[in-house]
């Protein structure tokens, strides 16, 4: 493994772990966030109290509060910006010729729907892009807990050199080339955790939640078949292995997020509890408008923004959900 310079974008939970597994792996590890105070405090107290605390940054981990501070060789970009903010954080590198970027947040654009790979492309036409997704929650990657993610591109060399970067003994990689599909997986899955949040908070028990991750995985497969991706993809670490993850352990901000609606607590309360983004939240307005274009059905991402859109309440919407039409499993 060649040892290299990269630059990590968005210094809250994910990006810092990531950063974290980069810097263990010996590479010289330069953290940037918008938030100039989020950096000075990095740079003071060496270790992310506010999202990550108690885990002491290596030596060569460097918060940096603008990107001219970085070496100009460096050209290997991990991004974890959300994804509301991933085009604007992207011409951030417009002044480097070539660069390889890695994205690791999980949605889709806000307002356009477009993958996030297809906003690389558009900010950055003379880039590489590849996407890291998988199950995954930061705080156990920063504790250094066993974890397997993937990394995906259309040159399976781009995802080979990541994966390079980032494979350890406690952080094992697995490369993939469909990255459509493990793009879609790792955005949807977040709209069912909310649904399963909802399903948990009111009390409707295992059998409930077991349905709400089954059905929920049929609703991202007709949606990645639609867009062009293949099924087994779906049926990996970026599919199957996330939704699972993400539905039930309370680490999922997005999970939580449906346990405090079921509470009764409003989205502005329950986002001000959680304090640190909710990708489902803005990803389920932009998964219904994908059924809408693509005509097909997605009655759990439907139930979800109608919560969302207060159009009913969280036990409406699971009632809603029960009482559709009898159908077939197969279709």
Known sequence: MAIQPVLVLGAGSWGTALALVLARNQHPVYLWDIDADLINTLTREKCNTRYIPGIAFPENLNPVSAIDMIPADTN?????????????????????????VCIACKGFEPGTQKLNSQVVAEELPDSSVAILSG??????????????????ADDMALAKV???????????????????????????????AIAAGIADGLGFGANTRSALVTRGLAEIMRLGLAMGARQETFMGLAGLGDLVLTCTDNQSR????????????????ASD?????????????????????????MPITEQVNNVLLSKCTPREAVQNLLVREQTSEIV
Request: overall charge neutral; charged content about 20%; glycine content about 10%.
């Open 76 to 100: 290997m970009v991990v991004n974890a910006v959300p994804c509301h903010g991933l085009r604007s954080s992207l011409q951030l590198l417009k002044k480097f010729s070539g660069v390889h």
């Open 273 to 297: 509890k959680i304090g640190q983004a909710i990708e489902g939240l803005k990803t389920a307005v932009e998964v219904g408008e994908l059924a809408k274009k693509y005509n097909i059905e």
């Open 135 to 152: 199950p995954s929650f930061a705080k156990e990657v920063a504790a250094g807990l066993p974890t397997a993610v993937t990394i995906a």
């Open 162 to 192: 990541f994966a390079d970067l980032f494979h350890s003994d406690v952080f094992r990689i697995y490369t993939h080339d469909d990255l459509v599909g493990v793009q879609v997986g790792g955005a949807v899955k977040n709209v069912m």
């Open 254 to 269: 997005n999970r939580s997020l449906g346990l405090l609606l079921a509470e009764g607590l409003s989205i502005q309360a």
